[in-house]
């Protein structure tokens, strides 16, 4: 148990579909983490939250969008995606985000396939 | 971007030591070097990170080379339970960024 909850673990969409990752930490910080993990490629980031405010946006397509209502959770709402955009999709927290000898604490991903 | 390189896979004997290596050439003098790992089926976990220095913790020893543009892993007595893949990560000065590079998997033999 790492305090850092996602759901679903398993999600399965079609195209067309509207649906959302939700991202929950229990550990009292402040930067939340989009990471996406797709099979043999590194892991990637997409965006980064500090204090509720979006700070990174790795070049995410639209069709990914996040919103973060408070420091403790984090959700990821996905409409109109494309088979490519099936992977593992990871949330971290950290204490703050910037600060190079931060300890990210990963939760166990959603593994979405996208039919 | 700085990078890491490291080997895709290894192996080694349970309750033996293992050596895992990393290079970063560019490295920057302030970025930290971070090592995670992520067993099947859970999101990655925090092993050990330093700057300059050797580095000791309960989980393994951080063996930093002197001119930072390599580092080294170390499990003193892998067990089964070490079997994962593990990232050798560099934080970015002045971004919001760790940059993971593609693992090395390490297999342990009972």
């Known amino acids: 148990e790492t305090g850092v909850t996602q759901t679903p673990r398993h999600l399965v969409m079609g195209m067309t579909n509207k649906k959302s990752l939700k991202c929950e930490q229990h550990?009292?910080?402040?930067?939340m983490y989009w990471y996406k993990q797709s099979a043999k490629k590194p892991l990637e980031l997409m965006f980064v939250?500090?204090?509720?405010?979006?700070?990174e946006n790795n070049s995410v397509p639209s069709r990914f969008s996040p919103e973060c209502p408070n420091s403790s959770h984090l959700f990821l709402h996905l409409h109109t995606l494309q088979p490519e955009d099936s992977a593992l999709y990871l949330c971290?927290?950290?204490?703050?985000?910037?600060?190079?000898?931060?300890?990210?604490?990963f939760g166990a991903g959603t593994r979405l396939s996208v039919l | 971007d700085a990078k890491t390189t490291q080997p895709n896979s290894m192996e080694s004997n349970e309750e033996e030591p293992v050596h895992l290596p990393c290079n970063h050439s560019t490295i920057s003098g302030t970025d930290y070097i971070h090592w995670y790992r992520q067993l099947p089926s859970q999101g990655p976990e925090y092993v050990i990170h330093g700057l300059t220095s050797n580095v000791n913790n309960r989980m393994a020893s951080l063996a930093i080379a002197e001119d930072r543009k390599s580092s080294t892993l170390i499990l003193h007595r892998a067990t089964l339970r070490d079997a994962a893949v593990y990232y050798c990560i560099l934080t970015v000065t002045g971004t919001y960024k760790y940059i993971f590079g593609t693992g090395t998997r390490l297999k342990v033999l009972a």
């Open positions: 550990l009292g910080h402040n930067a």
């Open positions: 971290a927290s950290s204490y703050l985000a910037g600060a190079t000898k931060n300890i990210q604490y």
């Open positions: 939250y500090n204090f509720k405010e979006q700070t």
